[in-house]
């Protein structure tokens, strides 16, 4: 019996303590560990300060980019519809079967009317509204809210555009097939010897010093200005 009873000592002491399947590195405090680092207060402090700062200036600054977005928009649709009058004047586009001469006429209310001269007298008949029969209007545009009314200027470039108009409107600016030169006509119907003509439109805000310049020159050429920033747009 005692051999038995020493056997079974022996077997005790050899059989692995259920301690040491542990690592040997195991700390009671390491599974916490991960979690003891963040931002501090000082931190998000300072994060807050930046990000109050940048929606600050965005904020102070959309104003001026808005104007200077639609002002830019403006101008490239007026320089656009002048094109396609061209392109109609130029081409081959019928209009109550015929194929007469297409223009743009600019009024002093600020719109801007595509229209084809059906009585070929080298200028826009109102008649009655665009699109119906017996008018000579096929588009009407019409100036978005923030940008005045158009101004026009006998100039030869961006600089000599700015300052008081010296072209009384309505005008008609005229494309006449097969040639690609402009012709400007005035209300009455009379052809104006203009070798430049500056279409100015101006923003309402910003104290109106922020112009866009669209240049139309009787040799056909049509130039979209860059925005101009002066205290004396007009």
Partial sequence: PWDEI??????????????????????????????????????????????????????????????????????????????????????????????????VYLNEAGSLTLFADGNANNKFDTGSACGTVGTECI????????????FLKNCSSIASCIGAPSIIAPLNIVFQRPKLDAVFVNGSGVTQSFTHVGIIIQSNRDNKKRCQVIRVLSTGQIIAEAFVDSSTCL
Wanted: charged share 15%; glycine share 8%.
């Fill in 6 to 103: 020493l056997q079974l000592r022996r077997r005790c002491r050899l059989r692995p303590s259920s301690h040491s399947a542990l690592p040997s590195t195991f700390s009671s405090t390491s599974m916490f560990s991960s979690f003891k680092h963040g931002f501090s207060l000082i931190e998000m402090l300072v994060v807050l300060g930046i990000f109050t700062v940048i929606t600050g200036v965005v904020i102070a600054d959309l104003p001026s980019f808005r104007d200077k977005t639609i002002l830019e928009l403006v101008g490239q649709e007026i320089a656009v519809t002048i094109r396609q009058a061209q392109s109609y004047g130029v081409g081959t586009r019928s209009f109550s079967n015929a194929f007469p001469s297409h223009g």
């Fill in 139 to 150: 588009e009407l545009y019409n100036l978005p809210g923030g940008v005045s009314r158009i």
